[in-house]
């Protein structure tokens, strides 16, 4: 009764917000300065009035992808509601103790170490740019100090094959959002695909005729082409053909609310928690990226070897999948025999 109650409860939210949404658009469009009372506008710049040409130097000077800005952005968003929280400003005010007080803050287990690594590593170069640009008279980069970690100290979080198909049986094909949600956890499943690349997929990068799915601007810098799996080309065409809305947009995955855009990274995160949550598995952090170690574990216990493994999922080094090691048992036990050389 009360799992109806909120199943419930959820459907007229669902169905307020496709009342209210092509509404707010109808005023923004209609009313000068209507502002309504949606999702606020996150600045691509939360530093524009104190250093506006950094974004450009990014781009421009430092090279980086679209994917990697996105990084970057997080990351500034975040010192910068710290830097409002605590009143801080002006940035010339920044001080050791702000900088250390940042890091402290943002740190496990609220995160990964690998997220607070990338902070810190942001917040390096932010801090350069700002020593440049004449708004620190000193550069307090090297103030910035990376946690301490262990590449391989932690186990990857993933779970039996039997326990993916307990994640995939708990979507509701029937609905929209359900049709959506199952073709991106078939990707993330079968191919070990990162969120980013399930949400930048676009309908160009399905050969339909050839039975090819073309992953572009991987992490690693490279574009992987896969065989397209019966199973997954099923579901994305079901999505396609009865689920996906209306729309000049070219990314497939989309979301289910008006006004019609693409999904991001973080919903394909929330999603495969979502459902990860609801079939009753309990893992750290669960998310997108457990169905992707999955993935990897699925193929390392079938004895490929790990540079094959690198390669399907698109790992940048050897390193990022020898940690998958750690608990492939059975091949470090042929390995430790001089069985296993082609596994290393």
Partial sequence: MRRARRRSGRRRKQIGNEVRNPIRQMLKLAVSGYIGRGRPHKPDNPFERQAPGLLKYLTEEKGLRQRSMYQYQFSLRQFATYLERIGIDDLAKLSPTVLSGFIAEYAPPRVSWSTVRNACGVLRVFLRYLHREGVLAKDLSSLVEFPQSYRHAGVPRSISWEQVDQVLAGI?????????????????????????????????????????????????????????????????????????????????????????????????????????????ISVPRAGSHVLRHSCVQRLLNANFPLKHIGDYVGHRSASSTQIYGKIAVEQLREVALGNGEDVL
């Fill in 172 to 280: 509701d094909r029937r609905s929209t959002s359900g049709k959506r949600d199952y073709a991106m956890m078939m990707l993330l499943a079968t191919y070990g695909l990162r969120a980013a690349e399930v949400a930048t997929l676009t309908l160009d990068d399905i050969d339909w005729r050839n039975e090819r799915l073309k992953i572009r601007d991987r992490k690693a810098g490279n574009t992987t082409t896969y065989p397209l799996s019966a199973a997954v080309g099923a579901a994305i065409i079901e999505y396609l053909k009865n689920g996906r809305p209306a729309t000049t947009c070219r990314e497939v995955f989309m979301r289910c609310c008006a006004p019609h855009a693409p999904i991001g990274s973080a919903a394909v995160v929330s999603r495969a928690a979502h459902f990860i949550r609801k079939a009753g």
